[in-house]
C-alpha cells in the first residue's frame, strides 16, 4: 500500500518564532531526563490500550508541580498498518519522551503525526521528543497564532510551576499542518477524521475520531473530575458539547480524567456545570452585581463535584461574567 503523503504548510513566521523559541530551551540531551514520573510505569505500561490499536496515557489531577513533573492532562496514540499517529504529549518534555518511549514499546510503525488538540502547555509541553521522529505536527488552523501569541508567557510562568529540573528540554513547537472543517488523516488501512471546532474551551479546539473503533478524542472539551477551565467562550462551549454529544461515539477520550468514557454521559457532568455558571451569572447580572460578586458566587452549587475547584471556578466566573454581561 502506498503510504499517504504529507501535507505540510509552507515556513512562515509562526514556524520561525518557534525555532528561535527553542532556544530558550535547555540543549540538555533528552536521553538525560528520562526518569520515572511518580505513580506511574514506563514502556509499554506507562499506557493502556482502551481500544484495538488506541492507547492513552492518564494523567493527573494537580496544577503543575515540580514532584509530577508536569504529567497533568491525558495523551495517547493510534496505530495504523503504516504508521503512527499520537494525540497530544502531555506537559513536559519528560513525559513527552516517555510516551515516544511508550509507542517504540509497542509498535516499530513510524509515527507520522503529532496531533494537538488545542494550544495549552499541558498538551503540547511534550512534543519536542517526537522533533527527532519528523513527524507533521497538526493543529487547528488558529493554534499557531495563539500559541505563538503566549508562547513567551507560557515558557516563563510553567519554568517558574515545574522547576528547572521538570522544564527542561521544552520547547514551543509550532504546528506544520493547520486543519480547517474536517482533514482526513490515513495511518495505513485507518482513517482519523480531525474536526476543528468553534471557539469553545479555547478557539482552538481540534476533536480527532478514529473511524475504525469509534473513538473520540476530545481534549480540553472534555473534562471529569477536574473542574473545565475556560479560555474561550462559555456559550460557545456549551453549544460545542450539544452538537458533540449529538453525535455517536463509541468511547470518548477526555483531556483531563480517565482513559476512556461512554457517551454522550461522559459530558453530563461538564454541561451540568457550565449551564449552571451561565445560570448564576446571568441572574447575578440581572441583579446588578458585579464581576467580583460573580466570582465569589457564582458556580458553588457545583464545588463538591469537582478536583481544583478554588483553583479555577474563580477564574471561570469572570472570563463568563465578562462574556455574558454583553448578550
Do not use: C
Not at 497530544?88 to 509497542?106: E, M, P, R, Y
Not at 513527524?135 to 510562568?157: D, I, N, Q, T
Not at 479546539?205 to 467562550?233: E, K
Amino acid at each position: 500500500m502506498k503510504k499517504p503523503e504529507r501535507s505540510f504548510l509552507n515556513i512562515d513566521r509562526r514556524v520561525l518564532l518557534g525555532r528561535a523559541l527553542a532556544g530558550i530551551a535547555s540543549t540538555v540531551p533528552l536521553v538525560t531526563l528520562f526518569k520515572p514520573i511518580p505513580g506511574h510505569a514506563s514502556g509499554s505500561k506507562f499506557v493502556t490500550e482502551i481500544a484495538p490499536g488506541v492507547f492513552v496515557h492518564q494523567g493527573i489531577h494537580a496544577l503543575y508541580a515540580p514532584e509530577n513533573q508536569g504529567n497533568i492532562s491525558n495523551a495517547g496514540f493510534v496505530i495504523g498498518n503504516e504508521s503512527v499517529a499520537v494525540i497530544d504529549t502531555g506537559g513536559s518534555a519528560i513525559v513527552g519522551q516517555h510516551l515516544l518511549d511508550a509507542i517504540k514499546a509497542v509498535t516499530d510503525r513510524p509515527v507520522r503525526y503529532v496531533i494537538n488538540t488545542h494550544m495549552h502547555p499541558d498538551h503540547v509541553f511534550g512534543n519536542a521528543p517526537f522533533k527527532a521522529v519528523n513527524p507533521a505536527f497538526v493543529a487547528h488552523h488558529k493554534m499557531g497564532r495563539g500559541l505563538a501569541a503566549r508562547a513567551e508567557r507560557y515558557m516563563s510562568r510553567n519554568k517558574d510551576l515545574l522547576g528547572e529540573d521538570a522544564f527542561k528540554g521544552i520547547e514551543i513547537v509550532m504546528p506544520t499542518q493547520n486543519v480547517e472543517g474536517t482533514t482526513r488523516l490515513d495511518l495505513g488501512g485507518r482513517v482519523l477524521e480531525l474536526t476543528a471546532q468553534k471557539t469553545a474551551h479555547t478557539d482552538n479546539d481540534m476533536t480527532v475520531r478514529d473511524v475504525t473503533t469509534d473513538t473520540l478524542f476530545l481534549g480540553d472539551l472534555l473534562f471529569a473530575g477536574h473542574v473545565p477551565t475556560i479560555d474561550g467562550s462559555i456559550r460557545g462551549w456549551i453549544a460545542v458539547m450539544e452538537q458533540l454529544a449529538a453525535q455517536p461515539a463509541a468511547r470518548v477520550v477526555p483531556g483531563h480524567g480517565p482513559a476512556s468514557l461512554s457517551w454522550p454521559a461522559g459530558a453530563d457532568p461538564l454541561r451540568h456545570y457550565l449551564t449552571t455558571l451561565a445560570a448564576d451569572i446571568r441572574e447575578l447580572i440581572k441583579r446588578g452585581k458585579t464581576i467580583s460578586d460573580a466570582m465569589a458566587s457564582a458556580g458553588q452549587s457545583e464545588k463538591d463535584a469537582w478536583q481544583l475547584f478554588s483553583d479555577y471556578n474563580a477564574r471561570n466566573a469572570s472570563a463568563a461574567f465578562a462574556e455574558l454581561e454583553w448578550e
